[in-house]
């Protein structure tokens, strides 16, 4: 796809979608945010690609709302300047919501800045790489706002626990991918990034297709669930449904006596 958004399959199984404003260092223009949105919610349809990668060209990840040329949101045609706000918070909101709806796992590989907006896009990924010229801010409370904006006081407590989250929050500081790292923000720091990222795609591409579409889902209904009473069905109704309706158990364990990878069919 050209223009704002490239879409590039290194392997079959994993698509990488790049931002690609990097002159502004790939700010949530919305020229950018919609196209995002469209090639995610084709990919959700696409059941070739089991992971998905999102990365910025050039040397940020995404710098958060561009306050210079951020252009025209959709449907906003007629509408009053409040009608304006909340089409335009819509349409940011939906692409981080995209993310989440996407029935494959999303990563995040985090190339350089990932400010205000950018942090949420990245918290919005189920996983999150950084390169060690990454790093993370909050940036709502730098420029007279609040720093909570797309999800951030949803996502960064849960990603870091509610202390380290009202630090980053408050303070409006920058975490580099070595903190980021050590306090859980990304699982790992790769000098070529998005490399690794198609990695892990790759990994996660060799296991059972439900298996993972189903394991996203119950990782984010349990950082939802209100108990883990009420809950632990909900897991539980998942591991039933593969172990009886598909033979990938069996195969695990004939693939472990004759020291082979397990080829899963996801069919009896």
């Known amino acids: 796809m050209a223009g704002f958004i490239l879409l590039d399959r290194p392997v079959p199984e994993v698509a990488v979608v790049t931002l690609n404003r990097p002159e502004r260092m790939n700010a ?3 020229e950018v945010m919609v196209p995002l949105g469209e090639t995610l919610a084709e990919l959700r349809h696409d059941n070739v690609v089991r992971a998905v990668v999102v ?23 007629g509408v009053t300047r409040p009608t304006y706000a909340l089409r335009a918070m819509e349409a940011l909101e939906g692409v981080i919501l995209a993310i989440r709806q996407l029935r494959q796992p999303v990563i995040a590989a985090v190339n350089g800045a990932a400010i205000g907006g950018g942090l949420c896009l990245a918290l919005a990924c189920d996983l999150r790489l950084a390169a060690p010229s990454a790093y993370f801010r909050a940036a709502g409370i730098n420029n007279g706002l609040t720093a909570s904006e797309l999800g951030l006081s949803y996502l960064l407590p849960r990603a870091v626990g509610s202390t380290r989250a009202a630090d980053i929050m408050l303070t409006g500081r ?15 720091v790769h000098d070529d990034v998005v490399a690794a990222a198609v990695e892990t795609g790759r990994r996660i591409a060799g296991f059972s297709q439900p298996g993972i579409e189903l394991t996203k889902k119950t990782l984010h209904a349990g950082i939802a669930a209100g108990g883990l ?3 632990l069905p909900t897991e539980g109704l998942g591991q039933l449904y593969l172990r009886l309706l598909t033979g990938n158990f069996e195969e695990a364990t004939r693939a472990r006596k004759e020291r082979r990878p397990a080829e899963f069919t996801d069919d009896r």
Do not use: H, K, N
Request: charged residues 20%; contains cysteine.
């Open 28 to 30: 949530m223009a919305f």
């Open 174 to 188: 920058d975490v580099t991918a070595e903190e980021a790292e050590r306090i859980g923000l990304v699982s790992g």
């Open 55 to 77: 990365t910025g060209a050039g040397a940020g990840f995404c710098s958060g709302a561009d306050q210079e040329s951020a252009g025209v949101p959709p449907g906003v045609a």
């Open 229 to 231: 009473e009420s809950y």
